[in-house]
Structure formats: C-alpha cells, structure tokens
C-alpha cells in the first residue's frame, strides 16, 4: 500500500514538481492542499485544482484562510507598524505560518504518513515550514524535493517537460507568491546586490496617472472603511484599498535581509494596501497614544516582527506581546488623508476624537494652555538636577586635582 503524503501546492513551478517526482519517482499516494491567504480568486482556485488531479494526486482540498490568516497574525502586523529592516511587511514571512498550520493540521486529520512542501534549501519558508509541522504534527516525515535534490528552477522546467506537463514555463521563470498582505516576486534580478525587476514582472501594471486623494478609517487599530465604505471584515477594506492603490505602483521595493539560516538574500515585493495601511496607522497613532506608549509599542514591535519572520509563531512569548499590542489600540480610532500618486503617496494628516494635538491645550511652538512660564522654570530646575549635580561635582574634583599640581 501507497505511503499517504500531504504536498502543501500552489500550482506553481516547485509544487508542480514535487507532484510528479512524489508520484511517479517515488510512488506516493499524494493528497494536495491549498492554502489562500489571499492571493486567488475563485476562478484561480478551480484552475489550480483541475492542474493538481490532471497531474495525478489522490486529492485535493481548498482552504480557505483569508479571515483567519488576518485574525491570527496581520493585525498584530498593522498593531505593531510592522516592516522588516523599516522596508518589509512580511508578506510571505506571515502568510507562509498561517499555511503551514492548516497544512499541519490537515495532514493529522487524514493520518497521512509525511508531509512535504517545495521549499527550496536556501531560503525562509523551509524553517518555517519544518518547524511549523514538527511542533503541531511531530514524529510525521518532512519531504522536501526541490532542497533535497537541490534544484534549479531550469531543471525543474526540463524534468516537467520531459514528463509532458503543460504549463506557463516562461512565466515560470520568476517565482511570484500572492497573498492578502502583499505580493513577493523573486528572479534572476534579485539574485545578485544589483538589478532591478523588469515593469512586466510586476503582476500589478501601473495603469493609473492622475492623483487622488483616500480616507482610511480605523477602529481600535483596525481598518473599517476606505473613502467612507465601510466593510464587514478588515479582508475586504484592505483588498478594496489595494484595488485602489495597486495600480499606481505604490508599495514596490526590494527587500534585502537576513535569512534564518544565516545569508542575506533580495525579493521584490508589491504591497500597496499594506503600505498605506501600516503608515496611515502609525500617523493615526502618533497623535492618539502618549509618548511612552509608542516607544514601548516600537520596542516590543521590533522583536514580534523579528520572532514571526522567523518562524516563531508558536512561541507563547508571542501570544503575550499580542495581548500588549491589543491593549495599545484601545485609542487608535479616525481616519487618515493620504493623497496617491504613481510610485508615492503622502500622507496629509488626520481626525480622531482622541487626538493629543488638541488646540484646547495649546499650539507648538506658540501658546500653551496647560501650563505657564513659571512652571516650565520650575520644572526644568527639577528635571535636570540630577545632570547638574554630576557636572558640579565633575568640576569641584576637576579643580581640586588641578589645585594639586
């Protein structure tokens, strides 16, 4: 009898492979799964399961993720402000662990013998993938063909060939992983510190010229309406905002960072409704929480983002910093101006019933209502006494070695 395996399937180049190689080279009953986070439409989805069976698995099977992959984790991303080396949002960091939960989850349910994803051997996802499946399915075989047999992508595409598998080879070149938070696009371009991706790359063309200007609305940190829309789920505000933004070329970078394993490596990325979201939320914060709130809120969002890159999502250390992050949104209620352009934006400004740049109590740098001159002079003596008694004493013992002499 056939060992049972669960392949965690894209329909893309690497998982295409992994089919035939588990199938015909090592004969596996293999049992496919998607995960969306996001990144397929309905239509997409169907193409990508008659691809799976006309390949030959025993099954397929669809989650749906979308709603749970926010819930769980993007929300403590926007929470935090979260961009990896102040560029990233974690795009295919984030999305990759809510995968590999229900991959792990899944292939406990069908008792299947081993798991295996197309992770290659030089990257991110084959830690979070492998730690991921340890932890919820342990003892269960990992399988990685693409990192075993250490694969090209130009291998791949002559092994499929040579199979007869039909499929977009040349798009195939450039390695693209679609989700709700973002877009990675990987290719000979960002293999080496030098290079640009090509305009036709990009999955999202710049189409859109003319400027305009949108109102995000958030709700204790959440986004709840763009341009006065509201929605049922933040889901739905941030495909609608990135329906709006895509097409201006905002949010496109490439990100250059450190591997779990120890090497630096490039991705480009298009992220235009995380972009705006984060930033637009990070402008909201800084008028509605207090200066210590925001710099605790930076301290703790660094090492989240750092700790989930990583693939520590389990790590009960992160259900506490959630909790914190939480706690900081109790506040974090208006809405953001930003005004897009193609390539940029700029934020305008904001309202909040619980802005803290009030002119009940004062204009900077003119008047001040809360206090006056004398309390300033008074505050400064006590504020600073501490730092002057060190340069008085600095100085006497400075005099009295000088005195010595």
């Keep these: 009898m056939a060992k049972k395996v669960v392949l965690g399937f894209s329909g893309g180049l ?22 969306n986070t996001g990144g397929f439409s309905d239509s997409e989805l169907d193409n990508i399961e008659a691809h799976a069976k006309k390949l030959g698995v025993k099954s397929h099977k669809t989650v749906d993720a979308v709603k749970n992959y926010y819930d769980s984790i993007v929300k403590y991303l926007v929470y935090g402000n979260i961009l990896k080396n102040n560029t990233y949002p974690l795009s295919v960091s984030a999305e990759r662990l809510s995968q590999a939960l229900h991959i792990a ?19 991110n996802d084959q830690v979070r993938f492998d730690m991921v499946l340890n932890i919820i399915a342990p003892g269960t075989e990992i399988i990685t063909p693409i990192r075993d047999l250490q694969l090209s992508r130009e291998s791949e595409i002559e092994y499929l060939k040579s199979k007869g598998v039909e499929m977009n080879f040349e798009k195939a070149v450039y390695s693209i992983n679609k989700g709700l938070w973002g877009t990675s696009v990987g290719g000979k371009e960002t293999l080496n510190s030098k290079g640009i991706l090509p305009e036709d790359a990009w999955p999202t063309q710049v189409t859109k010229t003319a400027s305009e200007e949108v109102t995000l609305e958030f709700e204790r940190g959440e986004l709840v309406a763009v341009n006065d829309k509201s929605f049922d789920h933040p889901t739905e505000a941030i495909q609608h905002l990135q329906s709006i933004a895509g097409p201006y070329g905002i949010g496109r970078d490439i990100h250059v960072g450190d591997t779990i394993i120890g090497i630096k490596g490039r991705v480009g990325f298009e992220a235009a ?16 929480l207090s ?6 809120k930076d301290q703790i969002s660094q090492f989240y983002g750092s700790w989930l890159h990583e693939g520590q999502i389990l790590d009960p250390v992160m259900r506490d910093m959630e909790a914190y992050l939480e706690s900081s949104q109790r506040n974090v209620t208006g809405k953001v101006f930003i005004q897009l352009h193609p390539y940029r934006y700029q934020v305008i400004g904001i309202e909040s019933d619980f802005d803290l740049m009030n002119i009940a109590f004062g204009s900077y740098g003119e008047m001040n209502a809360g206090f006056t001159g004398e309390d300033v002079k008074g505050f400064t003596r006590i504020f600073g006494n501490q730092t002057a ?5 600095k100085e006497s013992v400075n005099q009295k070695n000088a005195s010595e002499f």
């Design 273 to 288: 409704a995380p972009i705006l979201i984060l930033k637009g939320h990070h402008a909201l914060e800084k008028h509605v």
């Design 105 to 123: 989850e899944y292939a406990k349910q069908i008792n299947a013998d081993a798991v295996a994803h197309g992770s290659t051997g030089a990257g």
């Design 291 to 296: 200066k210590w709130q925001l710099q605790w």
């Design 389 to 393: 008694i060190y340069h008085l004493v």
């Design 14 to 35: 690497d998982t295409t492979f992994c089919v035939k190689y588990l199938t015909e080279e090592k004969g596996y009953e293999v049992h496919s799964i998607i995960v």
